[in-house]
């Protein structure tokens, strides 16, 4: 009995290691300050890595991975940036609609001069004998009214670019903030997933000090005291960054920074297409880019036809009301109404602003061919990778399955290798899982189903 004991002792230590080297493997290893030449209080090590992992945390919070979607929607600034963005680009259209009503104006002068400007002879002296009488073209004291109605003709051509513009603005918005959206659902998501897996290695790692703590006791061999310290580095490093996804995971969700989160087992994803061109065609379909580089193609030719507009006249018309007391040869009110056409000459300018915006929408049309292309060879690309890590998946379950199911071995030489191969199947699997479910969300996020 005592030596199937210590042989389940040695096992464990022998984990110890080979789970060093897994997580060694997987990122950088935090190295002691110097070199280690007293065991003497290698017992209270433990303690010491206890410390370094323990958070300044309130009470655990649990957390599912709908609600870590939810509240990192709810509560990020960059969507509350998109959406002020939206309301603006809203406020401008309607402003650039007001361009299709007829402007009102009103006017009101009020002028005192020196004296009376100038005189008129009223009489022609043709029955009666011709007399001067001397009546002020201007009043000392003149007020002068004015209402009226000024409707642009012409210029409704422009206004009606400005609104396809405008519209076009509102549009293309919406989809930097369904972008952002997107982004941000498939950023959480990797968090959770990411942190969920760390939890999960730093489970084993505590294990393997918990076991080369136990072979230290029984045996205070200098290899077991070699393993812990290494597994203790390796808990060092998997906690800071337990710590510093936490972090940023709390930040997005608005809660303290040092809550320690209780997450949920992620469900098993499945791939949601089963041929790559299914996948290029849905992220075509549903992509907020593609869909922005489209909008910035009807806005180059919005303003093809805007600066097409500049080469009819600016026609106008007018109706107005004045009431005046400034000059008594007039009637004190009347009304009226008119029109007036005027065309600016400058030397081509027009023309060449013409052929600018000509090329400008020839380039946006390029470019939202570029940004298709481009897309579907990504989508493609997360396909392949989503199916290619499915399988590494599948062999890394497998192999873990069979490294449990094999039987270890007497010779102690022998068990070494035999339970490092076990662990490093283990975390194999954590990592191999870790990175499917990553690719699906990458897929999903690119096809418009990252929600």
């Known amino acids: 009995m005592a030596n199937s004991s210590n042989r389940r002792i040695c096992f464990v230590s022998l984990l110890a290691v080979g789970n060093c080297l897994s997580v060694a493997a997987q990122g950088p290893v935090v190295q002691p300050a110097g070199p280690v030449s007293d065991y003497s209080g ?17 009470s655990p919070y649990h957390l599912s991975l709908d609600e870590a979607k939810s509240r990192a929607l709810e509560n990020s600034v960059i969507m509350q940036l998109a959406s002020e963005q939206v309301i603006a680009k809203c406020h401008a259209l309607e402003a650039a609609r007001k361009d299709y009503l007829p402007k009102l ?23 009666n004998p011709a007399t001067t009488v001397a009546v002020p073209v201007i009043e000392q004291d003149s007020t ?29 918005a919406r989809a930097q903030r369904d972008f952002a959206r997107r982004e941000l ?10 942190l969920f897996a760390a939890q ?7 294990q393997a000090a918990a076991g080369a703590q136990q072979l230290i006791t029984a045996t205070n061999s200098p290899d077991a005291k070699i393993s812990l310290v290494e597994v203790q580095q390796n808990l060092v490093t998997v906690n800071g960054q337990i710590v510093t996804v936490k972090d940023q995971l709390n930040q997005l969700i608005n809660l303290p920074s040092g809550t320690e989160l209780v997450l949920d087992q992620p469900p098993a994803p499945q791939i949601p297409f089963a041929c790559p061109d299914d996948a290029a065609y849905a992220a075509v379909a549903s992509s907020p880019k593609i869909r922005e580089a489209r909008l910035q193609a009807e806005k180059a030719e919005a303003v093809v036809r805007l600066a097409e507009a500049d080469y009819y006249p600016s026609v106008n018309a007018y109706g107005f009301y004045v009431n005046q ?11 009226g109404v008119g029109m007036s056409a005027s065309y600016l000459l400058e030397w081509g300018k027009k023309r060449d602003t013409l052929r600018q915006w000509q090329a400008t929408h020839v380039l946006a049309r390029k470019n939202l061919q570029k940004e298709i292309q481009d897309l579907q060879l990504n989508a493609a690309k997360a396909f392949h990778k989503a199916n290619r ?7 890394a ?20 290798f035999a339970a490092k191969d076990r662990l490093e199947a283990e975390l194999g699997a954590i990592k191999a899982d870790l990175d499917y479910r990553n690719a699906v969300v990458e897929l999903r996020a690119i096809t418009g189903q990252c929600e």
């Open 200 to 206: 999960q290695i730093r489970g084993w790692l505590e």
């Open 397 to 416: 379950r497998q192999l873990a399955k069979l490294n449990r199911e094999a039987q270890l071995p007497a010779d102690p030489f022998q068990l070494k």
């Open 42 to 58: 290698v017992e209270q090590l433990p303690d010491l890595a206890g410390a370094v992992a323990t958070d300044m945390a309130a």
């Open 389 to 395: 890590t499915q399988q590494a998946l599948n062999y």
């Open 144 to 172: 002068i009214y004015t209402a009226a109605a000024i409707q642009p003709i012409t210029p409704l051509l422009k206004v009606k670019q400005a609104v396809n513009i405008g519209e076009v603005d509102v549009a293309t």
């Open 325 to 335: 007391n400034a000059t008594p040869t007039i009637q004190e009110d009347f009304t």
């Open 105 to 127: 104006l009103n006017s009101f002068s009020y002028f005192h001069f020196d004296s009376d400007l100038g005189t008129v002879l009223t009489t022609p002296g043709i029955f």
């Open 185 to 194: 659902t498939k950023g959480v998501e990797q968090l959770y997933l990411g």
